[in-house]
């Protein structure tokens, strides 16, 4: 088959994008808000989102160069809303919790996606990715040395590119949670 082939079905590569954005998102199977607790299935489904955005780390850049919309987001989108409105979170409140939650995983997944696109990137031109980040890293410890706080976590896995401490991502969306619980009305008995 062609390279070219494709645009007999579709118009362009923006919008071969926006087609292949939208089906990743079917890799998300929204929890049952009525089989489990809003706190297990907002979880559940931040996790899928997650693993999600690191198995295809082009959508996340994708998300800044294209208007991305569809069948599949549009089901993550109610599943996520669905989840909240169990919880007791209604209008606004629901919308906001699932905008927060989205950009708590976008960001999670942000590093790693930029490093995959960096690497890349330089192999595009030439350069070895794994030589050229080690030559940074090496770079930016000998700048770190001149830090106390910087120095002492040198020998630690936060000292490599684009790395968090390990549960950053557990432990983050766990007070996340709890903040957005502590939003709920008072009646709630589900708080924690």
């Known amino acids: 088959m062609a390279p070219t082939a494709v645009y007999w079905h ?20 929204p929890p049952d808000p009525a089989r489990v607790d809003w706190r297990t299935a907002a979880t559940t ?3 899928d989102l997650h693993s999600m ?9 994708a998300f800044g160069s294209h208007l991305l919309y569809g069948e599949g987001k549009a089901r993550y989108d109610d599943g996520i809303l669905g989840v909240f409105e169990s919880g007791g979170f209604t209008g606004p409140a629901a919308d906001r919790a699932a905008g927060i939650l989205f950009t708590f995983v976008l960001g999670n997944v942000l590093g790693a996606a930029a490093t995959t696109t960096l690497s890349r990137r330089l192999a595009r031109t030439g350069r070895n990715p794994d030589a050229a980040i080690a030559d940074t890293v090496t770079r930016a410890a000998e700048i770190a ?4 706080r910087l120095r002492s976590r040198l020998d630690t896995p936060a000292a490599d590119y684009n790395a968090a401490p390990d549960q950053t991502f557990e432990a983050g969306l766990r007070v996340l949670l709890t903040g957005l619980a502590a939003e709920l009305p008072p009646d709630r008995s589900d708080r924690v």
């Open 53 to 61: 955005f690191s198995r295809h780390p082009w959508l996340v850049q």
């Open 10 to 29: 579709v118009k362009n590569k923006d919008d071969l994008v926006v087609l292949a954005a939208d089906r990743i998102w079917l890799e998300i199977t």
């Open 145 to 148: 040395r001149r830090y106390p």
């Open 45 to 47: 489904m931040a996790v």
